[in-house]
């Protein structure tokens, strides 16, 4: 029986001393896991983990779904591939050395210990590839860990080579890279083996033990964000609910101090690999605002473990809470929510600038977020009796004269398919997003719960809503702070599309158009599909480089459209890719995507450009 052979080549002491070295390495592990659990609260965290979502945890760090679709994510796919097949590896020869073999019981044998070396043969050369392959893009301190990830696997090699070449058995030649290198390698490591062999293990032993010191914490705590965050976009849970508040006193709104931060945002940090796939996805980034999202984590991060970090009130406000940030992130992180979080905390403390504020006593006084009166508000439109659907414009359409032609549009439409449609007239208030996103979250609640009322009042029971950040907030946050929230909402999109596919309403336009997917509309509601059901009967689309879920924000979104004074740089940039991609038309499907782009193009000077609603292709 050929089998695997404890320590060969090694003193009989070699056991015990090793045993004896590691425990101050596992101490070392054991307290920086403490210390991390602790600071982190991972604890906490782990108490939401069910086995639904552990389920989706597991599927998505063992697929690396999210790694294999960004650069360079083949290579951490072989690095982890590498990693897990070792690691177990190395346990299945623990458990067969130390425990299973002093029972008289051996796993490892004629052909399973040759089916053994060449799994993890093979799985030591992907590990090496992917090691490698990253060395050029890490900092300092990635390069050294990947520096003792590479001697840790070439050594390894090195002593099975030699282990090959002075005591070779039935099933060395299943231990591929090590036979290869046996007649060569071998002879020369022989008179150093054991000191080769002690450096390996001393490496692999302080390499654990570092572990939840430095970047390789984020391989045991990625399983836990990606079990517990959502596929879709998710903005910060709400503080309180003011159906159930009965002291104000005692709330808390967002926070200064890193540790302040709820348990729900605090565990996140702990995944943070540095990577800054969400600084190179950020649009305020990319057109020069102060804000890099990866520095925000790392800075909190390190705050956390007790270093210093002020996050800067410019940053805060540059954000559009577009939320490609949190797509890009391979480890299922969402920056921008800590954005969000300081928002409120800086409301509620004043710290906000004049047009902030008037965007807010506009909301106030007025109950939109235009600050103009109600009055009139939609009276052009008549509602159908028994209507299978109300219709949520939203302020932006409610107001302008380009509200009023793409309105009627859509609700002829609607009415030539067969569908009736009713309006909320001068009862339509604002949703509360703009309020939610600047960080009065109060001033949120109020319009949810007035809006939830009066909905009940008029038995409202499918909502169509025409403004994606309406769209998002009736969705997912009203349920979240309204009791009984029993609303089916559903957005324009969603139902042209289906009308389109049942052949009750058709395309009528050509021509080279491309479509610019809203960030609430793809990232916050998944609503990618649905506009290309459309857009792909017009001969002529085309596509951006940056579409779907990784559209680039058009800069009105996280209320940036009521405070920035800037001149519409993303805006411009998107035109610009529009241009690019031979458009003479860009298709939106939101209200503020139209007016930003819309007056992009016109600073732009564009002679025959349009923009364009995508109710406005059909007929
Ligand atoms: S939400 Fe958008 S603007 Fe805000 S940090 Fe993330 S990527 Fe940048
Ligand atoms: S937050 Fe995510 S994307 Fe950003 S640097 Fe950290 S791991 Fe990378």
Redesign the pocket.
């Known amino acids: 029986m050929v089998v695997r052979e404890s320590f060969p080549l090694l003193p009989s002491w070699t056991p015990i001393v090793m045993y004896s070295i590691l425990i101050p390495f596992a101490l070392i592990f054991l307290y920086g896991l403490w210390r991390i659990s602790r600071k982190f609260e991972l604890v906490r965290a782990l108490k939401e983990v069910d086995l639904r979502k552990l389920r989706r945890g597991l599927i998505r760090v063992l697929s690396q779904k999210r790694v294999l679709e960004i650069d360079r994510g083949f290579f951490h796919a072989l690095l982890f591939a590498g990693t897990l097949v070792l690691f177990l590896g190395t346990l299945t020869v623990f458990l067969e050395t130390d425990i299973l073999e002093h029972l008289g019981v051996r796993i490892l044998f004629d052909g399973t210990y040759s089916a053994f070396e060449l799994i993890m043969d093979s799985f030591g050369v992907l590990f090496l590839i992917g090691a490698l392959s990253f060395f050029p893009t890490r900092d300092r301190e990635g390069k050294i860990l990947l520096l003792g990830l590479l001697y840790i696997g070439v050594t390894g090699f090195f002593l099975e080579s030699t282990r090959i070449y002075a005591q070779p058995n039935a099933a060395s030649h299943y231990s591929l890279v090590g036979y290869l290198l046996s007649g060569t390698v071998g002879p020369l490591i022989l008179p150093f083996y054991t000191v080769l062999w002690w450096s390996h293990a001393l490496l692999a032993f302080s390499m654990v033990a570092y572990l939840p010191y430095s970047n390789l914490l984020?391989s045991l705590t990625a399983l836990l964000t990606s079990s517990l965050e959502e596929e879709i976009v998710r903005f910060p849970k709400e503080p309180f609910r003011l159906q159930e508040l009965e002291d104000v006193e005692e709330i808390k709104l967002g926070f200064e101090e890193a540790s302040e931060l709820p348990w729900y945002e605090k565990y996140?940090l702990a995944?943070?690999?540095?990577?800054?796939?969400?600084?190179?996805?950020c649009p305020a980034n990319l057109t020069g605002r102060p804000l890099s999202?990866?520095d925000v984590?790392?800075g909190l991060k390190v705050s956390l473990l007790g270093g210093t970090y002020e996050l800067a009130e410019d940053a805060v406000w540059s954000c559009v809470s577009c939320g490609a940030?949190s797509t890009?992130?391979?480890?299922?992180?969402s920056?921008f929510t800590f954005l969000m979080e300081r928002r409120r905390s800086l409301v509620a403390e004043g710290r906000i600038d004049k047009k902030m504020g008037e965007l807010l006593n506009g909301l106030r006084r007025y109950h939109n977020s235009l600050s103009v009166p109600q009055r009139g508000r939609l009276s052009w439109i008549e509602s159908d009796d028994d209507p299978d659907y109300y219709l949520w414009v939203g302020c932006q359409y409610s107001f302008d004269p380009v509200g009023k032609r793409v309105v009627s549009k859509l609700v002829d439409l609607l009415r030539k398919a067969g569908i009736r449609i009713a309006i909320f007239g001068e009862m339509e208030t604002c949703c509360g997003e703009p309020a939610r996103r600047l960080g009065e979250e109060g001033m949120f609640q109020e319009f949810a719960l007035t809006n939830a009322e009066l909905f009940k009042e008029l038995g409202v029971k499918r909502l169509l809503v025409l403004c994606p950040h309406g769209l998002t907030v009736f969705r997912h946050e009203y349920p979240k702070v309204v009791e009984d929230w029993d609303v089916e909402v559903v957005s324009h999109v969603e139902l042209l599309a289906k009308l389109v596919r049942e052949g009750r309403l058709k395309v009528s336009r050509s021509g080279e158009l491309t479509f610019h997917d809203p960030c609430n509309l793809s990232r916050f509601n998944s609503v990618v599909e649905e506009p290309r059901e459309i857009l792909s009967r017009v001969d002529g689309f085309r596509e951006m480089g940056r579409h779907g879920v990784n559209t680039f924000c058009c800069g009105a979104g996280g209320a940036n459209y009521w405070y920035q004074t800037g001149e519409g740089t993303m805006a411009k940039e998107r035109v610009k890719e529009a241009l690019e991609a031979g458009a003479k038309a860009v298709v939106v499907a939101c209200p503020f995507c139209y007016a930003m782009l819309n007056d992009a193009s016109k600073g732009m000077n564009l002679e025959g450009f349009e923009v364009l609603e995508i109710s406005e292709l059909l007929e």
Do not use: E, F, W
């Open positions: 984020h996140m995944a943070c690999v540095k990577c800054g796939r969400c600084t190179d996805s999202p990866k984590v790392q940030c890009a992130c391979p480890n299922y992180i920056p």
